[in-house]
Structures are given as C-alpha cells and as structure tokens.
C-alpha cells in the first residue's frame, strides 16, 4: 500500500531541552537523566523519549512534528459553546488554533472507526476477502447497519468504504474479524497502535464505536489517529467521496449491489464551511451517549491543511453550525 507520507513508528524529534534546564535534577557529565512517564498521564503530548546518545543533554518529546495542545486555547475568531470537546489544528505551521476540553475523555461514537480503518490498513491489505460471520447480526436498537449476513463476502477495500462512508457497524465486525482474527484480537492492535502513535488517553473495546464501559477518546488523541490515517492513499481517497457503489457476493453466490452516500454533510452539500476553506473529508459518529461527533480534513486556498474535531454536540444542525463556526478561525 503506497502511503502519501511514510511516518512509519514516528515519535518525533522535537526541540532539545538544554542540559542546564535539568542540572539540579540530574547532575552532569554523561549521566542519563531520569525521566519518568507515566502513560495515564493527562496530556498524551509530553511522552518522553530516550535519546539514543547518552551523551547528547537532551530530552526529546513524541511530538516534533505535531500540534500539542495541555490546556484549552482561546481564539478571539471563536468561542465553542453547546459541545463538550472542541479543537483545530494547522497541519502545516503545527498550531493549534482552538482548543475546548481537547484531552478530556469521552464516548467517541463512530468516531472510531478512523482507528478501525487505520489498523486494517496497516495490518490488512485491500485486495483481502473478508467473509461475514454471525457476529455481524448486530441487535442493538439505532445501530447502522449495511444489512450484510453470515457467509456474504466482500473485499477489504469494499467493506473500508462501507465502514467510512456509511458508518456500518456490521462492516466493522468483518473488518475486525477478517484483519484481527476476532474482534478482541483487532481491538487489542487497535489500542497497540494507537499507543504507538502517542495516543494514550484512548481506549478501544469494540471496532464500531457502539456505547461500552472503557470505550473511550480524547480530541486531541483523535487528532494524532486521523493524521495518522491520513498517510495512506486509500483513506484519503474514500473520505473524499460523496457517495460509493459496489458489489459483493452473499452467502447463497448471488451477487448484491449496496449504494450509499456520506454521511458527512459538507460534502453532500448540506452545510458549507467558510468561503475561504474547502471541506476535504472526515468521519461522522453519533450515538445517545455521544452525542452528533465529527473531524474534518480541510484546505485553504492556499492548500494548507486544517484538522478539526466537535465532538458531543447535541443535534446534527448543532454540531455542523459549530463546526462551520470553529473552521472560522482559519484566517
């Protein structure tokens, strides 16, 4: 799979701390300093790293080439009300711009399946058939679901369209079961990839987002995951798209057209962001527990990119009217 950007296992390289910020702490000559990192920790930006040279007097932080956000950030442009979380980050100059409750732990809906996809993509290949087992006769009252049954198959690429566009939850459990082996054994690469990534106030017990105990993400830990999906070609491609055809073969060997449309109503034409940007793409996630949830992927005319998350926005026409409201702080 060609990625846009190989990131790879990236931590980072950010700027050195100087030796002598840490001298009372850690004495001198070619000791190594002691710094200790505790992975519950609040704010995921400030992972540590062992310097491979014992000798270099510098600490160095996961987040060289990211936006860092510990307390919320004010912007006279905006002010976020009526939604629990919100943030904007600049790619390009690594600012954030806005920040609400950005490191505060809460339900992410399907939000989550941007960490489904990534995973799948990084341990799966597209061309992969998946095969649907009884797991994907989900139950649960609101659930979407793409009507797929036991024994229908489809290919990996197929079914991360399905996923991403349409937010089927039944698609997830295939994805899950077809790249991770069963569920539990997808939702523990998940989390692994994930701490990887320095995403460390979020945790994963499902590939779909559906509401459970422990099932759980920050703003800024979405914003480290998107970005992260964003390297490879065929997210991007997918985000992008306002609606998906496909065919796939049922249990019996018949074959069975599925049509859908995003679910990200900027790019249906529903809502516009401001004049001077352009909607890229993103992922939707709603549920009662989380509320109407959404990060985008946008541009300026100028083509720097912006990533923005709401997330427990109580209504859809709430959650796009603060989102278009927050994008206003690109300038």
Known sequence: MKCTNDRGNKKGRICALFFCTFLTLTGCGAEKYEMPYDSNYQVSSFRLIQTADADAKVAETFA?????VDKDVSNSEVSISDVASAALFDVNSLDTLYAKNANEQLDPASLTKVMTALAALKHGSPEQLLTASENVLITEPGAQLCGIKP??????????????LYSA????????????????GFVEMMNEEAQALGATNCHFTNPNGLTEEGHYMTAYDLYLIFLEALQYDLFNEII???SYSMTYRTSDGSERTLEVNNSNQYL?????APENLTVIGGKTGTTKA???????????????????????ADSTENLYGKMTQLLGAVQ
């Open 169 to 184: 939850n039944d698609v997830a459990v295939m994805i899950a079961e077809g790249v991770g082996g069963s569920v539990a």
């Open 290 to 312: 989380a509320g109407h949830c959404l990060v985008l992927l946008s541009k300026d005319s100028g083509g720097k990119r912006y990533i923005s998350v709401i997330m427990n």
């Open 64 to 68: 060289a080439d990211l936006c860092v």
């Open 151 to 164: 024994g229908d198959t489809m290919t990996l690429e197929q079914a991360l369209h399905i996923l991403l």
């Open 240 to 242: 992008q798209m306002p």
């Open 268 to 272: 249906l034409g529903n809502y516009a």
